[in-house]
């Protein structure tokens, strides 16, 4: 069971990213994508971070590997954090504040792929 948690988060990080967001991008209008794109994604990250809860008892019940453990721990907290800041990457829009919205969208992209990259590196540990 372990093994599959990771590779699920995995899979929907690379099925949200490649081809989700892509395909609504280019068929949505920008304002409709905006809209649209607010609703999904913060459920993606609740769902990563129900996910990571699961690997992580997972890791703990059936590994005594500290590393996988670790990945685990990092994939919660990673987007836990990432949900937690849309509010505020979306305020940074609203509000034409280029600057503090590039923060914030680069920082969820970051852990985005940290995560996407640890779970691959749990198939292989």
Not at 8 to 36: C, Y
Not at 94 to 108: A, I, P
Request: charged share 15%; with cysteine; aromatic share 14%.
């Amino acid at each position: 069971m372990h093994f599959y948690l990771p590779g699920s988060i995995a899979g929907i990080i690379i099925f949200q990213v490649a081809i989700i967001a892509p395909v609504m991008f280019k068929t949505l209008d920008i304002e409709t994508f905006g809209k649209v794109i607010r609703k999904i994604w913060p459920k993606f990250f609740i769902l990563l971070s129900v996910l990571g809860l699961g690997s992580i008892a997972a890791s703990y019940l059936e590994t005594d590997s500290m590393y996988l453990l670790s990945i685990s721990i990092f994939t919660f907290v990673a987007c836990l954090l990432c949900y937690a800041i849309i509010p505020a990457t979306n305020r940074a829009s609203d509000n034409g504040d280029k600057k503090r919205f590039d923060v914030l969208h680069k920082m969820s992209v970051y852990l985005t792929v940290a995560v996407l990259l640890s779970n691959i590196v749990y198939l292989f540990l």
